[in-house]
């Protein structure tokens, strides 16, 4: 059993940077897939980032060449920064954790922490 605990998460303007933090407890990190998503009001939660637990990563295209996803093993701790950020990443960013196969499924993942909320403006 895996508790995720966000942070980081703010006001910034467009442009500006945000570094995302998840802090795991409970289990090792390395032991499962890790994502970050995000979500609006009325709207579906949505895939930003994952590592899988090779380490290979991937984006969503709305994201890719401005946010990277990282984890430390020995903080068990992921990590999104996130650069040139534009009104339309403005969401509550949630941190992830599953077993399955990863990618951008809801359903892949177990685990959720409680978001962060970022605003872009």
């Known amino acids: 059993h895996v508790q995720l605990v966000e942070s980081g998460g703010g006001s910034v303007q467009v442009g500006g940077s945000l570094r995302l933090s998840c802090v795991a407890s409970?289990?090792?990190?390395?032991?499962?897939?890790m994502g970050w998503f995000r979500q609006i009001p009325d709207k579906e939660r949505e895939g930003v980032a994952g590592?899988?637990?090779?380490?290979?990563?991937s984006y969503a295209d709305s994201v890719k060449g401005r946010f990277t996803v990282s984890q430390d093993s020995a903080k068990n701790s992921l990590y999104l920064q996130m650069n040139s950020l534009k009104s339309e990443d403005t969401a509550m960013y949630y941190c992830?954790?599953?077993?399955?196969?990863?990618?951008?499924?809801?359903?892949?993942?177990?685990?959720w922490g409680q978001g962060t909320q970022v605003t872009v403006s």
């Open positions: 992830a954790a599953g077993r399955g196969i990863g990618g951008f499924e809801v359903d892949e993942y177990t685990y």
């Open positions: 409970g289990d090792t990190i390395s032991r499962y897939c």
């Open positions: 590592i899988e637990s090779d380490g290979s990563t």
